[in-house]
């Protein structure tokens, strides 16, 4: 890597194969070190974005802040924060990248977003260098996480607006691995995935937590053991699971790969900056890349390490679309404790565990999705897929936990049994004493990308219409 900013690296170079690090020097490095290498592209990276946008001046101006206020780390934390809805109206007032565009448009080379379920699509802009980089900064986590250039990797992703995918790819070739961009989404594709995988001799996986248990459940009904394929590394993105404990048991007891946990937000490309390495500790954040803090959900002030906060990230290295200050919106608890590794990055060791906006209310009780996938999977004769029903009768919250039973307690005394196990379990982690409700394995439906397990119908009670 080159002293100036941003920083341009050497495409041919890669480590040797039995190197446990890509950059041991910024990885390893003594802490305060390192930071006055980030202070550093934090200030470049400020200063072109004030130069270049007019979001970002606008903002700043208003809050009284400018790049000749940045001396140190902490002072980021007097700049304001940039949520979602802050970038979809800069797209809406400025068509179709925003104000916060800071290269020419004639210069983005790919175009990415997200897929505008809920609302207009918000637009990525990636400019060609842009893109490079960020090839660069993947090859350096999927590195950490165990990937070499003899590894053969199954994308089994959707290849389309999201980046997931093409992030994972492009890191992938940059760090000399063969890739086959399988996909997903199609009908009968998962079964064809399946067959290649076993033809090519894959050894790494890429998809989704969720996506990886239902290709394990394909591969059983075709009389291929998952374990068969040789997976020795499996990482993910795109939900918690990777991230949930009896999640990432049953991901590595299933293939007999590690199952490594990665990702942050699209918007913040290269997402892999959230990164397990292959001890698999919890998720180092890469801070010379993207400089993250964990902070306040109310005040966005960086909690200490030890702390529960939401990440909110600020680019190190974009020229195209820099986002400085973004607030995730999911939450993680941060440590600065060694990892045996050697990187001496902070981490977030039970990775990104949940979303303020997934979290649910019942009988005053805070309870998240994952804590609820957590629970179940550790009880033997849990069939694998859950639904959370959120429901309101006569005025009392309701909590439904609809969940499939294994074969092996089909039989009405052990179903029995096993329904008040989980309901007992769930009410000790949640504070709240479920409904049970048990269907045979198989019932629930799969998903081929991010698993959405809960449905709050209590709007409907207020409307008057019968509850689930």
């Given amino acids: 890597m080159s002293a100036t900013w941003p920083p341009r690296y050497d495409p041919a170079w890669r480590p040797a194969p039995d190197a446990e690090h890509w950059a041991p020097g910024l990885e390893c490095a003594e802490p305060k070190k390192r930071d006055e290498v980030v202070l550093a592209k934090l200030r ?70 997200t897929s505008g379920t809920t609302g207009h699509p918000t637009v990525f802009g990636v400019g060609r260098d842009d893109w490079e980089r960020i090839g660069e900064a993947h090859a350096r986590v999927l590195w950490g996480a165990g990937l070499r250039p003899d590894d053969r990797v199954l994308i089994a992703s959707f290849f389309s607006l999201y980046l997931g995918s093409w992030g994972a790819l492009k890191g992938c070739e940059r760090l000399g691995a063969t890739v086959f961009p ?19 001799s ?5 998809g989704t937590p969720s996506y990886a248990l239902h290709f394990a459940e394909t591969a059983r009904r075709e009389g291929i053991e998952p374990r068969d394929f040789g997976f020795r590394t499996l990482f993910f993105s795109g939900e918690p699971g990777a991230g949930v404990a009896a999640t990432k048991r049953l991901i590595e007891a299933t293939f007999g790969g590690a199952c490594i946990d990665m990702g942050s937000m ?12 292959r001890r698999r500790t919890g ?54 404790e060694p990892c045996p590794c050697g990187r001496t990055y902070p981490r977030l060791p039970g990775g990104l565990y949940g ?30 897929e859950f639904r959370v029903i959120i429901s309101r009768r006569e005025a009392m919250d309701e909590l439904l936990v609809r969940a499939e039973y294994a074969a092996s307690h089909a039989a009405d005394a ?34 081929e990308f991010k698993a959405k397990r809960v449905i709050d119908d209590r709007d409907l009670y207020k409307k008057g219409v019968a509850n689930v």
């Avoid at 803090?293 to 195209?320: I, K, M, N, W």
């Fill in 44 to 113: 470049a990276q400020v200063q072109y974005a004030w130069e270049r946008s007019p979001f970002y001046r606008r903002r700043w101006e208003a809050a009284g802040v400018s790049p000749a206020r940045l001396r140190t780390l902490a002072d980021l934390a007097k700049f304001p924060v940039v949520q979602k809805a802050d970038l979809r109206a800069a797209q809406a007032a400025a068509p179709p990248f925003g104000d916060y565009l800071c290269i020419e448009p004639r210069e983005v080379a790919r175009i990415h977003g």
């Fill in 182 to 200: 399988f996909g997903a989404g199609l009908p009968g594709q998962t079964l064809m995935a399946v067959q290649w995988a076993r033809e090519m």
């Fill in 202 to 206: 894959a050894t790494a996986f890429y």
């Fill in 266 to 277: 699209a918007e913040m490309t290269p997402w892999m900056t959230n990164g397990e390495c």
């Fill in 283 to 336: 998720m180092h954040l890469w801070q010379d890349i993207v400089y993250t803090q964990v902070c306040d959900p109310e005040t966005f002030a960086p909690v200490p390490y030890g702390g529960e906060g939401t990440p909110v990230y600020t680019h190190l290295e974009r020229t195209s679309q820099p986002m400085i200050r973004l607030v995730s919106g999911d939450l993680a608890r941060w440590t600065d």
């Fill in 355 to 384: 979303r303020i906006d997934d979290m649910f209310i019942v009988r005053g009780e805070n309870i998240y999705p994952s804590a609820i996938e957590d629970t179940l999977r550790a009880i033997e004769g849990f069939g694998g």
């Fill in 414 to 447: 052990p179903r029995a049994a096993l329904a008040a196990r989980m309901r007992e379990r769930l009410r000790a982690r949640l504070g709240v004493t479920p409904r049970i409700e048990l269907v045979a394995a198989g019932e629930l439906p799969r998903t």
